[in-house]
Nanobody
């Protein structure tokens, strides 16, 4: 499985960006898809995820501003980011988790830089 992320860039505070992550390869069964981020000097954190059934979860810091969605036909997950703040500056990584029986496999995209200027 390969993940290709895109959509990062430089934006002013209050602006918007839309990240995309397209998955290719052997994708079958129960799939959860997520976005993580790592800011300079900080640990990686979960931003949002969307599980196989469509339910979503968000970090408290992005609730009401970010929206995660997926297109199963295209094996693509999106992250719409509105009301961006300088503290959202980070490298964003998409993750695909594929479940197989009692185990799971994690796959990661290459990361896309999001920089929010004040």
């Amino acid at each position: 499985v390969q993940l290709q992320a895109s959509g990062g860039g430089l934006v002013q505070a209050g602006g918007s960006l839309r990240l995309s992550c397209a998955a290719s390869g052997y994708i079958s069964g129960i799939i959860d898809m997520s976005w993580y981020r790592r800011a300079p000097g900080k640990q990686r954190e979960l931003v949002a995820n969307i599980i196989n059934g469509g339910s979503t979860n968000y970090a408290d810091s992005v609730k009401g501003r970010f929206t995660i969605s997926r297109d199963n036909a295209k094996n693509t997950v999106y992250l719409q980011m509105n009301g961006l703040k300088p503290e959202d500056t980070a490298v964003y990584y998409c993750n695909l988790r594929r479940y197989s029986g009692y185990t799971y496999y994690d796959y990661w995209g290459q990361g896309t830089q999001v920089t929010v200027s004040s």
